[in-house]
Protein backbone atom coordinates (compact mmCIF):
# COMPACT_ATOMS: atom_id res chain seq x y z
CA UNK A 1 0.00 0.00 0.00
CA UNK A 2 1.18 3.42 -0.65
CA UNK A 3 -0.36 7.05 1.42
CA UNK A 4 0.02 10.21 -0.31
CA UNK A 5 -0.54 13.78 1.14
CA UNK A 6 -0.92 16.62 -0.33
CA UNK A 7 -0.22 20.03 1.10
CA UNK A 8 0.62 23.97 0.43
CA UNK A 9 -3.15 24.60 -1.02
CA UNK A 10 -4.84 27.41 0.02
CA UNK A 11 -6.00 31.00 -1.70
CA UNK A 12 -4.72 32.81 -3.99
CA UNK A 13 -5.15 36.15 -5.73
CA UNK A 14 -4.71 36.19 -9.51
CA UNK A 15 -1.16 36.24 -10.52
CA UNK A 16 0.22 34.80 -7.50
CA UNK A 17 1.92 31.42 -6.85
CA UNK A 18 1.66 28.53 -4.99
CA UNK A 19 3.67 24.91 -4.40
CA UNK A 20 2.22 21.68 -3.86
CA UNK A 21 3.89 19.27 -2.34
CA UNK A 22 2.80 15.15 -2.09
CA UNK A 23 4.35 12.78 0.49
CA UNK A 24 4.23 9.43 -0.13
CA UNK A 25 4.73 6.44 2.09
CA UNK A 26 4.49 2.85 2.95
CA UNK A 27 5.89 1.13 -0.16
CA UNK A 28 6.72 3.74 -1.90
CA UNK A 29 9.22 0.95 -3.90
CA UNK A 30 6.47 0.57 -6.12
CA UNK A 31 5.56 3.75 -6.81
CA UNK A 32 6.69 4.21 -10.77
CA UNK A 33 5.41 7.76 -12.61
CA UNK A 34 3.80 10.71 -10.51
CA UNK A 35 1.03 13.19 -10.87
CA UNK A 36 -1.14 15.64 -10.23
CA UNK A 37 -4.74 16.09 -11.24
CA UNK A 38 -7.26 18.69 -10.19
CA UNK A 39 -11.57 19.15 -10.03
CA UNK A 40 -13.16 21.94 -10.50
CA UNK A 41 -16.40 22.12 -9.33
CA UNK A 42 -18.97 20.59 -11.56
CA UNK A 43 -16.24 19.17 -13.88
CA UNK A 44 -14.21 16.03 -14.49
CA UNK A 45 -11.08 15.27 -12.90
CA UNK A 46 -8.13 16.35 -15.31
CA UNK A 47 -4.38 15.71 -15.86
CA UNK A 48 -2.23 18.68 -14.79
CA UNK A 49 1.09 17.38 -15.08
CA UNK A 50 2.90 14.11 -14.99
CA UNK A 51 6.59 12.88 -14.03
CA UNK A 52 8.28 9.68 -14.79
CA UNK A 53 9.81 7.41 -12.27
CA UNK A 54 13.07 9.25 -12.46
CA UNK A 55 11.95 12.36 -13.12
CA UNK A 56 13.72 12.43 -16.86
CA UNK A 57 10.34 13.01 -18.11
CA UNK A 58 7.52 15.29 -17.66
CA UNK A 59 4.01 15.78 -19.54
CA UNK A 60 2.01 19.15 -18.73
CA UNK A 61 -1.33 19.91 -19.55
CA UNK A 62 -1.53 22.37 -22.29
CA UNK A 63 -4.01 25.17 -20.04
CA UNK A 64 -1.39 25.16 -17.57
CA UNK A 65 2.17 25.07 -20.12
CA UNK A 66 4.20 27.57 -19.70
CA UNK A 67 2.85 28.34 -15.49
CA UNK A 68 3.28 24.68 -13.94
CA UNK A 69 5.94 23.22 -12.96
CA UNK A 70 5.85 19.20 -11.67
CA UNK A 71 8.85 17.73 -10.30
CA UNK A 72 10.38 15.22 -7.31
CA UNK A 73 13.19 14.77 -5.56
CA UNK A 74 12.64 10.82 -5.06
CA UNK A 75 10.81 8.23 -4.31
CA UNK A 76 8.90 10.06 -1.82
CA UNK A 77 8.31 13.56 -2.86
CA UNK A 78 6.42 15.26 -5.93
CA UNK A 79 5.87 18.98 -6.47
CA UNK A 80 3.82 21.25 -8.29
CA UNK A 81 5.12 24.43 -8.85
CA UNK A 82 2.11 26.87 -9.89
CA UNK A 83 2.66 30.52 -11.35
CA UNK A 84 1.00 33.14 -12.76
CA UNK A 85 -2.17 31.86 -11.30
CA UNK A 86 -5.78 32.28 -12.81
CA UNK A 87 -9.24 32.13 -11.18
CA UNK A 88 -9.81 28.93 -13.52
CA UNK A 89 -7.49 27.43 -12.20
CA UNK A 90 -9.83 26.81 -8.70
CA UNK A 91 -9.54 23.31 -8.12
CA UNK A 92 -8.67 20.57 -5.60
CA UNK A 93 -5.50 19.36 -6.63
CA UNK A 94 -5.11 15.32 -6.28
CA UNK A 95 -1.45 14.12 -6.07
CA UNK A 96 -1.58 10.41 -8.02
CA UNK A 97 1.03 7.47 -7.66
CA UNK A 98 1.29 5.31 -10.65
CA UNK A 99 2.74 1.76 -9.24
CA UNK A 100 4.88 -1.32 -11.03
CA UNK A 101 1.68 -3.48 -10.88
CA UNK A 102 -0.37 -0.61 -12.82
CA UNK A 103 -2.34 0.14 -9.86
CA UNK A 104 -3.00 4.07 -9.01
CA UNK A 105 -3.18 5.46 -5.52
CA UNK A 106 -4.64 9.23 -5.05
CA UNK A 107 -4.05 11.27 -2.12
CA UNK A 108 -6.97 13.39 -0.53
CA UNK A 109 -6.34 16.01 -2.57
CA UNK A 110 -5.79 20.14 -1.65
CA UNK A 111 -8.26 23.14 -2.02
CA UNK A 112 -6.15 25.67 -4.76
CA UNK A 113 -8.60 28.73 -4.46
CA UNK A 114 -7.80 31.85 -6.76
CA UNK A 115 -9.70 34.77 -6.26
CA UNK A 116 -9.60 38.65 -6.20
Known amino acids: QVQLVESGGGSVQPGGSLRLSCAAS????????MGWYRQALGKQRELVAR???????TNVADSVKGRFTISRDNAKNTYLDMNSLKPEDTAVYYC??????????WGQGTQVTVSS
Open 96 to 105: KAESVFSRDY
Open 26 to 33: GSIGVINA
Open 51 to 57: ISSRGGS
